[in-house]
C-alpha cells in the first residue's frame, strides 16, 4: 500500500470526515421527523404503526442519539448498535418484501439490502473506533 494512502487511513481527520458522513443520514432523518411532523404521522401511520406520535418521536429519539455516538466518537459500538437494530426493524416492519410481489418488492428488497449495507457499515464504525483506541492506549502505554 502506498504511503500517502497509508497515512491518510490513519488520519483523525478522515476519521472525523467519515463519522461526520455517515451520522448525516440519521442526523437529516431524525431532525424531519421533529420538523416536518405532519409529514412523519403520514408516515408512520402508512406502515401501521399507531400511535403515530409515539413511533414518530421515538424513531426521532433514537436517529439522533445514534448519530450523537458516532459523530462525537463517544460509544461508536452503543450509537451503531441502536442505529443498526432500527434499520433491521426498519426491514421487517416496512420494507416486507417477502409479502409484496411485482416491481413493489423489488424496490423494497433494494431498500433492504440498501438498509444492511449500512448495518455492516455501522458495524465497520464501530470496530474501526475500537481498534484506534486500542492503538491509541499501546501507543500511549495506557491500557484501559
Not at 443520514?25 to 406502515?47: D, P, R, T, Y
Not at 442505529?83 to 428488497?109: C, D, N, P, Y
Request: glycine residues 6%; charged residues 10%.
Amino acid at each position: 500500500m502506498p504511503l500517502f494512502i497509508q497515512t491518510l487511513l490513519q488520519s483523525s481527520k478522515l476519521w472525523l470526515f467519515c463519522r461526520c458522513l455517515m451520522a448525516l443520514l440519521f442526523l437529516f432523518s431524525g431532525f424531519a421527523k421533529v420538523i416536518n411532523v405532519e409529514a412523519s404521522f403520514a408516515e408512520m401511520q402508512a406502515v401501521g404503526l399507531s400511535p403515530a406520535w409515539l413511533f414518530n418521536y421515538a424513531s426521532a429519539l433514537i436517529l439522533l442519539s445514534g448519530s450523537y455516538f458516532i459523530l462525537f466518537n463517544k460509544a461508536v459500538w452503543f450509537g451503531a448498535g441502536l442505529l443498526s437494530v432500527f434499520l433491521l426493524l426498519t426491514i421487517v416492519i416496512v420494507h416486507r418484501f417477502w409479502e409484496m410481489s411485482g416491481m413493489q418488492a423489488v424496490i423494497s428488497l433494494y431498500f433492504a439490502l440498501e438498509h444492511l449495507a449500512v448495518i455492516a457499515g455501522l458495524i465497520m464504525a464501530a470496530m474501526l473506533s475500537h481498534s484506534r483506541k486500542l492503538l491509541q492506549q499501546l501507543e500511549t502505554g495506557v491500557i484501559a
